[in-house]
């Protein structure tokens, strides 16, 4: 289970249910949740999104403690592209 939470405008708290649990807290600017969406989602659904993308990919302990969502493109290359083509469907 993914439980994200707004600290501010730009930050949340994301808290990953598993076999062991874990927090992160994320960054996303107007920018780049602007390049990613061309819907209108939060940026809520936009970082449960991108955590589904990375738990499809490696377990959430593996998962920074603390990042701002660009920083996933550097690990995974398909990362926006992928994140695109979810909220296109």
Same mark, same amino acid.
Do not use: C, G
């Given at each position: 289970?993914?439980? =994200? ?23 996303? &600017? ?28 490696? &377990? ?10 660009? =920083?996933?493109?550097?690990?995974? &290359? ?12």
């Amino acid at each position: 289970m993914i439980k =994200v939470t707004k600290i501010n405008e730009n930050t949340f708290e994301v808290e990953v249910k598993a076999a062991s649990n874990s927090a992160h807290q994320v960054s996303v &600017s107007d920018q780049y949740y602007k390049k990613l969406t061309n819907q209108p989602v939060s940026k809520e659904v936009l970082i449960k999104k991108s955590f589904e993308f990375l738990l499809e990919r490696e &377990s959430n302990t593996m998962i920074l403690s603390q990042f701002d969502l660009p =920083v996933i493109q550097s690990y995974f &290359s398909e990362y926006e592209e992928n994140i695109k083509q979810r909220f296109q469907s």
